[in-house]
Nanobody
Framework: QVQLVESGGGLVQAGGSLRLSCAASGRTFSGVAMGWFRQAPGKEREFVAAISWSGGTTYYADSVKNRFTISRDNAKTTVYLQMNSLKPEDTAVYYC????????????????????WGQGTQVTVSS
């Protein structure tokens, strides 16, 4: 079992930056890939970024490449999402997610690959 708690969301102007954090607890965090998804009003939840246990493999949605960076600190059991050059279309509720233990990192590029979800944190980008 993994419990996930996101923080760091807020209101920012276009072009600004935010860093989201996801604190994980539960013994199965070890060896587990992690990911971020987002859901805008009236839209499906979509993949944003994923990272392997070691941090050596990352995946990004095309819409956030070169603007967002996913990272993790396993000693703190925390995953981060640094978001730069934010755009109004980045406005959404951002969710941290984890798959079943042992699942490949690529699993976290699909919503169906996530087994555990956080409660979400709102990010609003004003124009």
């Amino acid at each position: 079992q993994v419990q996930l708690v996101e923080s760091g969301g807020g209101l920012v102007q276009a072009g600004g930056s935010l860093r989201l954090s996801c604190a994980a607890s539960g013994r199965t965090f070890s060896g587990v890939a992690m990911g971020w998804f987002r859901q805008a009003p009236g839209k499906e939840r979509e993949f944003v970024a994923a990272i392997s246990w070691s941090g050596g493999t990352t995946y990004y949605a095309d819409s956030v490449k070169n603007r967002f960076t996913i990272s993790r600190d396993n000693a703190k059991t925390t995953v981060y999402l640094q978001m730069n050059s934010l755009k109004p279309e980045d406005t959404a509720v951002y969710y941290c997610a984890a798959p079943d233990p042992g699942a490949p990192t690529a699993t976290m590029t699909r919503r169906a690959g996530a087994r555990y979800w956080g409660q979400g944190t709102q990010v609003t980008v004003s124009s």
